[in-house]
């Protein structure tokens, strides 16, 4: 599992362009590492600012500057583990990582403005699915790091122990205990027009408000989870049971009505739903598929989690 990037590969000065050419590496990590793209983006510029703090003489030193980047970000990110935690203390419902879309489907930025800019995008691989985002958002800083770092970008453990400042036996041991919790965590994902051909048939039967059609889609044991962040209304606990979750979502689409349309989407990498309310996108919808059942659903209505979702697209 990597991104196509690897360590150790950058010259001894490089220039401006060659420092800004690492930027999607370092939000790559930040994102997996923290699940909100307004904060990577903050674990980005810091990195930059720390950068640039040294003088020339100081940069020229460093060997690998694409290394020494990847660590002072991976380090701001462990820092800010505690504060994201006292914040999810005080969420209001549950938090769900920020979903992301198709890269040509992003605009500028946090500004909604113009196309992006590609440094900026996310690889949208198997390590970015919305399943695989909330399970290492349950480990342990050390452990999400030190997976991540080893499983997803391929570093060698003893830069990993370097950067999580633990011994490479410990960081191997971390990466091992990570890997079980996801290897148990998430289901076999079958092929994506399989999942697709099933998210199709939900959204078909959300629309005509088919509880009996909803209840076939759904895993017996299907949770529902959504994450309004006090700005938007949501059920306020996760939603469990494929029957009770067809009668919520058929009673969702008769109190939307005429107002919502729902259309699908590619939400981080995999078959998703987006409900569109007056011409903006109010919900995105992830999907964990099983076999030929929906496990899971997540919800994201948190209005400051839906900035790159805000634009123009004609319905399928």
């Not at 504060?83 to 500004?111: F, K, N, Q």
């Not at 939900?202 to 006090?230: H, M, N």
Request: aromatic share 6%; glycine share 10%; net charge negative.
């Amino acid at each position: 599992m990597t991104t196509g990037d690897e360590p150790g590969d950058e010259q001894s000065d490089p220039g401006l362009g060659a420092i800004m050419s690492e930027r999607r590496r370092l939000i790559n990590l930040a994102y997996r590492l923290l699940g909100s793209l307004a904060d990577a983006e903050d674990v980005v510029q810091e990195t930059y600012v720390r950068w640039y703090a040294m003088s020339p003489r100081e940069r020229q030193a460093i060997r690998s500057p694409g290394a020494w980047l990847m660590t002072v970000a991976s380090r701001i990110c462990l820092n800010l583990f505690g504060s994201a935690r006292a914040r999810r203390e005080t969420y209001v419902g549950d938090w769900i990582p920020e979903p992301l879309p198709e890269p040509m489907e992003w605009v500028g930025g946090r500004s909604g403005v113009g196309g992006a800019d590609p440094a900026d995008r996310i690889t949208l691989d198997e390590s970015v699915t919305m399943a695989f985002l909330v399970v290492l958002d349950a480990m342990t800083p050390a452990e999400r790091v030190a997976f991540v770092l080893h499983d997803v970008f391929r570093y060698p453990f003893g830069e990993v122990a370097e950067i999580v400042g633990r011994t490479p036996a410990a960081c191997r041991q971390l990466a091992s205990s990570a890997r079980r919790r996801v290897r148990s965590a998430q289901a076999p994902a079958g092929p994506r027009a399989g999942q697709a051909r099933i998210v199709r048939q939900f959204r078909t039967a959300w629309e005509a408000k088919d509880i009996d059609a909803l209840i076939g889609l759904l895993d017996p044991d299907a949770t529902a989870t959504a994450d309004g962040g006090g700005l938007a209304v949501t059920h306020p606990q996760p939603i469990t049971g494929g029957e009770r979750i067809a009668h919520a979502y058929a009673e969702i689409a008769r109190v939307s009505g005429d107002r919502t349309t729902f259309l699908e989407c590619t939400v981080n990498g995999l078959p998703g739903l987006v409900a569109r309310q007056d011409g903006d996108v109010a919900t995105v919808f992830a999907f964990e598929i099983a076999g030929e059942r929906i496990r899971r659903i997540w919800a994201v209505r948190n209005p400051e989690k839906l900035g790159p979702w805000q634009i123009a697209r004609g319905e399928d």
